[in-house]
């Protein structure tokens, strides 16, 4: 089974209103452009990496929601995913194995749980880690978790963060 609901909750807006928030005028100003601006957080308390991506989106909540959820079409959009495999499928949780092509040859594989929180003018899509035990640390990541949220942009359009932590143990 997918195990249980995250405990994860929306803003009243849908959440991605207060990142919006946050964006300095120079990265507005790149999203009004059409770029992505990316950001790095560092954590010395922590082994790996977290970044974050964030971009201006066409189209409806639904379809984007569509698109983000879409696990078995990730090898199409998500860099370094070559495969994915859905083995337990709901509205709202789904457990996910991914299978990654990294640089110098070197492959992945992890067993993702996702989970999907629906708000009024936006969602968020969490994911993390779970055991895989068929698969030894060797071939798979010490740590991963991270989320995707979207809602509406106040320039029009929607705004799209993706935030990831990665530790891949080495």
Same mark, same amino acid.
């Given at each position: 089974?997918?195990?249980?609901?995250?405990?994860?909750?929306?803003?009243?807006?849908?959440?991605?209103?207060?990142?919006?928030?946050?964006?300095?005028?120079?990265?507005?100003?790149?999203?009004?452009?059409?770029?992505?601006?990316?950001?790095?957080?560092? %954590?010395? *308390?922590?082994?790996?990496?977290?970044? $974050?991506?964030?971009?201006? +989106? =066409?189209?409806?909540?639904?379809?984007? &929601?569509?698109?983000?959820?879409?696990?078995?079409?990730?090898?199409?959009?998500?860099?370094?995913?070559?495969?994915?495999?859905?083995? %337990?499928? *709901?509205?709202?949780?789904?457990?996910? $194995?991914?299978?990654?092509? +990294? =640089?110098?040859?070197?492959?992945?594989? &992890?067993?993702?749980?996702?989970?999907?929180?629906?708000?009024?003018?936006?969602?968020?899509?969490?994911?993390?880690?779970?055991?895989?035990?068929?698969?030894?640390?060797?071939?798979?990541?010490?740590?991963?978790?991270?989320?995707?949220?979207?809602?509406?942009?106040?320039?029009?359009?929607?705004?799209?963060?993706?935030?990831?932590?990665?530790?891949?143990?080495?």
């Amino acid at each position: 089974a997918v195990a249980a609901e995250g405990s994860g909750a929306l803003h009243q807006d849908g959440g991605v209103r207060a990142e919006a928030s946050v964006l300095s005028p120079s990265e507005r100003a790149e999203l009004l452009k059409g770029k992505i601006v990316l950001r790095e957080f560092p %954590d010395a *308390s922590r082994k790996g990496r977290t970044y $974050e991506a964030l971009g201006i +989106l =066409p189209g409806t909540l639904e379809e984007a &929601l569509t698109a983000i959820t879409d696990y078995r079409r990730y090898p199409e959009f998500m860099p370094r995913v070559e495969r994915t495999v859905v083995t %337990d499928e *709901s509205d709202s949780v789904s457990l996910v $194995e991914q299978y990654l092509k +990294l =640089p110098l040859g070197v492959s992945r594989r &992890l067993r993702l749980r996702y989970i999907v929180q629906r708000g009024e003018d936006g969602f968020r899509v969490e994911w993390e880690k779970v055991p895989w035990p068929e698969v030894p640390l060797s071939q798979s990541i010490a740590e991963t978790s991270g989320h995707w949220q979207v809602g509406r942009f106040d320039q029009g359009g929607l705004l799209a963060l993706y935030h990831i932590y990665t530790d891949p143990g080495r």
